[in-house]
C-alpha cells in the first residue's frame, strides 16, 4: 500500500532527498522514497526531507501478525548500490513505540534487523545480522553477505498491541 506525500514534522537536520539518489515520491523511478503499511496501518513521506509519520495498527490479543505496521523505503534503482563498509549505519530522529525494522533487499530477498526503543543514535547495524526472518531480536535465518548490490532499504514502524502514532527524520544513512 503505498500513500500520497505529506508534509512530515521535521526534526533534526534529516537528510534532503535531493542529496541522496535522485528521489522522486514515485515507485516507478529509478531512486525513489515510498511510504508503505499493511493495509491498515498509515504512512507518509514528506516530498523534501527524508521524514515520515504514520500510525500502526493494534494487532489485538491474540496478535494479528498480518497486521505488521508501516513505514518507508528508500530505493536505489535497478543496479542498487553496493555496500562500502561492514555495517550500516543508521540515525532516526525516534523510534517508534514498538520499535524500528530495518530492512536491505538484495537479490530479491528481503534481509531483516530490528533496532529496539531507547537504541542510542547512531546504531550501527553489522551486516551479518540483517537475516531472513522478520520480527526476530535474534537473527537465525539466512544473514546478508554485505557484499551484494542493495536495490532498497526499509524502515518499518513495528505494530504491537495497541494502535501507535509515529514520526521520524532520517538524519544518518551509511551503507
Known amino acids: 500500500m503505498y500513500s500520497e506525500p505529506c508534509s512530515a514534522p521535521s526534526v533534526g537536520t534529516p537528510i ?5 539518489v535522485p528521489f522522486a515520491i514515485t515507485k516507478n523511478s529509478d531512486g525513489y522514497v515510498v511510504a508503505a503499511g499493511d493495509g491498515t496501518s498509515t504512512a507518509c513521506v514528506d516530498t523534501n526531507m527524508l521524514c515520515a509519520m504514520g500510525a500502526t495498527a493494534s494487532q489485538g490479543t491474540p496478535p494479528n501478525y498480518s497486521l ?3 513505514g518507508i523505503y528508500i530505493g536505489f534503482g535497478a543496479a542498487g548500490l553496493v555496500p562500502s563498509g561492514a555495517d550500516l549505519t543508521l540515525s532516526v530522529t525516534s523510534i517508534p513505540a514498538y520499535g524500528l525494522e530495518t530492512s536491505v533487499t538484495s537479490g530479491g530477498t528481503q534481509f531483516y534487523a530490528e533496532i529496539q526503543v531507547g537504541a542510542t543514535m547512531p546504531v550501527t547495524i553489522p551486516w551479518s545480522t540483517f537475516n531472513t526472518l522478520g520480527y526476530e531480536t535474534i537473527p537465525d535465518g539466512g544473514a546478508f553477505n554485505g557484499t551484494s548490490a542493495i536495490t532498497s532499504i526499509g524502515l518499518q514502524a513495528n505494530a504491537g498491541p495497541e494502535m501507535a502514532s509515529w514520526s521520524f527524520c532520517v538524519t ?4
Do not use: F, N, R
Open 172 to 175: 544518518t544513512l551509511t551503507l
Open 16 to 20: 534532503a532527498l535531493t542529496a541522496c
Open 68 to 70: 505488521y505496521g508501516s
